[in-house]
């Protein structure tokens, strides 16, 4: 029986069917016995010689049709395998039902799409129109002040729930603050917050937060009358609000997404100080709070303009921990890998992954040098919270009366926000909340054995999840800042991590869905050797 064979020239095919380097490599199967084999099975071709393989299938299939029908007896000698290989190679088993899942999700590439720059100024323009934003400032007119400014932020979130079908809660969270308790609060004042909540479909009482404060201020930090545009700190977080809960308000998640614009945060944390009580009464379990504060500036006061970067203050051990939690980093090297700076992590990745141009600065700190955010309260709770602001600030646009001195403009006026920089930050927002919210739950009660032996060994409770997938167990390099290394271990509660030394590296483990989304990272507890 003539055969065409690639890697030789015969009768049949003479002139046709060239030869190709394919023999010796073990990654293609052989075309032997049956020229028309590669026609119904799946053939391995290196990238290289596609265009070889491509343009010789023609040839091949004509060299076939041109092949009589065996008569019967014995296969010539010649074209018989040799005993070194099989005859026929066997099709690709089908891929185990373990299969890690793919970890990209095209609906956040088109929740990052559906950011607007132009919203994003429309609606600072009009955060920045309301004159002062001051928590002291006038609650009763509709056009000025700070209760002027909530109510059109609580119509705003309303206007964006019934485009949802109402898939918005949008509700005030409020306490008195007692005048005099605090140095930067002279009479008794309401800190009213302005929540709304996506809630979701499997595992509502899971939360995702992002946190913005909508007060504003000028230099004299009790004067509440003067205009205090507040643009960019913090009308650049605010808007990101609105602007992340019109592009996520278009999906459902399995978890909860919080959008929460704080007040009082100048006169000392208040807002978030309100509603990290609040969600702790409540005992909202939360995945993480992304606190976005002063993101919308490009140009910075150390003469450098970007708008490539973005920080993310990731902090490490609260100073009220409890002993048994400090002792419990501090004796595994874990104090690098609180739930905080895991959460910064998973923004890093996330921008890796679905915001193009812009990387986040992993900084490895509560917050900047002598200056605090909204998430200190939510991280002294206990919560995971990050503060994600924009990379190069502008002192002369922050907290000053607006006015030009010595031929310098002083003020937080919209001029200087760079809005398509800001639409970036609240796609880096959208996206991470997006993956969280689909994502399962953190595994819980993590733990880790390995003393004496060239492998590590981590168990977790299972994660309650009905579209759960299993588990990806990561393990970096301790001089590396990122999770680098990882293996998918399937729907187990326990793997053990051959020839990768406990002391060497440090560990962490997710839970993955059937779409691919994961959890956050947890790093693991010292487990009981056994
Ligand atoms: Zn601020």
Request: hydrophobic letters at 40%; charged letters at 20%; glycine letters at 8%.
């Amino acid at each position: 029986m003539p055969v065409c064979v690639l890697e030789e020239r015969t009768a049949a095919c003479k002139g046709r069917a060239r030869a190709a380097p394919w023999r010796g490599d073990g990654r293609f199967p052989m075309i032997r016995s049956d020229p028309t084999a590669f026609l119904n099975r799946e053939v391995y071709v290196r990238p290289s010689l596609r265009p070889t393989f491509l343009a010789l299938v023609p040839v091949l299939t004509a060299c076939a049709a041109s092949a009589p029908t065996p008569q019967g007896g014995p296969e010539p000698a010649a074209v018989s395998a040799p005993a070194s290989l099989p005859a026929a190679i066997p099709a690709p088993a089908p891929l185990p039902s373990g299969v890690a899942p793919s970890g990209e999700d095209p609906r956040i590439r088109e929740i990052v799409a559906a950011v607007s720059p132009a919203r994003l100024e429309r609606d600072d323009r009009t955060l920045v129109g309301f004159q002062t934003r001051h928590t002291l400032s006038d609650t009763v007119s509709a056009t000025r002040g700070i209760g002027a400014s909530r109510r059109w932020l609580f119509a705003e979130f309303q206007r964006i729930s019934q485009a949802c079908g109402g898939c918005l809660e949008v509700m005030y969270v409020s306490d008195v603050v007692k005048g005099g308790s605090s140095p930067r609060i002279d009479h008794d004042v309401n800190i009213v917050d302005v929540v709304a909540v996506q809630r979701g479909r499997t595992d509502p009482d899971r939360y995702a937060l992002m946190t913005a404060h909508y007060d504003s201020r000028v230099g004299d930090v009790m004067d509440s009358t003067s205009f205090a545009p507040g643009a960019n700190d913090d009308g650049s977080g605010t808007v990101a609000l609105l602007e992340a809960a019109r592009a996520l308000s278009r999906y459902q998640f399995d978890g909860t997404v919080v959008y929460a614009a704080l007040a009082g945060e100048e006169q000392g944390l208040l807002g978030g100080e309100v509603l990290s009580r609040y969600v702790k009464q409540h005992g909202w379990r939360i995945e993480g709070v992304l606190n976005n504060d002063i993101i919308g500036n490009t140009s910075g006061v150390n003469g450098v303009t970007e708008n490539s970067t973005a920080r993310v203050f990731g902090p490490g051990i609260p100073v009220n921990a409890p002993e048994a939690e400090l002792r419990r980093y501090l004796y595994s090297g874990g104090e690098l890998d609180t739930p905080s700076r895991e959460l910064m992590r998973y923004v890093d990745r996330v921008a890796d992954s679905y915001v193009l141009n812009l990387d986040v600065r992993m900084i490895y700190r509560l917050d900047r040098f002598g200056r605090g955010g909204d998430h200190t309260p939510f991280f002294q709770q206990g919560f995971p919270a990050v503060r994600v602001t924009e990379t190069n600030e502008e002192y002369t646009r922050q907290h000053q009366e607006v006015r030009t001195q010595n031929g310098i403009r002083y003020g937080d006026l919209p001029e200087g926000v760079d809005f398509p920089y800001l639409a970036k930050m609240t796609a880096l927002n959208a996206a991470t909340l997006a993956s969280l919210a689909w994502a399962p739950a953190s595994p819980d009660s993590v733990t880790i054995t390995g003393a004496l032996q060239p492998s590590a060994t981590l168990r977790w409770r299972p994660v309650s999840a009905p579209d759960l997938a299993g588990y990806r167990v990561y393990w970096r390099d301790p001089e590396s800042a990122t999770w680098d290394h990882s293996r998918w271990v399937g729907n187990v509660t326990q793997a053990t991590i051959d020839q990768v030394t406990i002391d060497n590296y440090f560990f962490g483990v997710a839970a993955v869905d059937r779409e691919g989304h994961e959890s956050r990272i947890v790093f693991p507890a010292p487990g009981r050797e056994r």
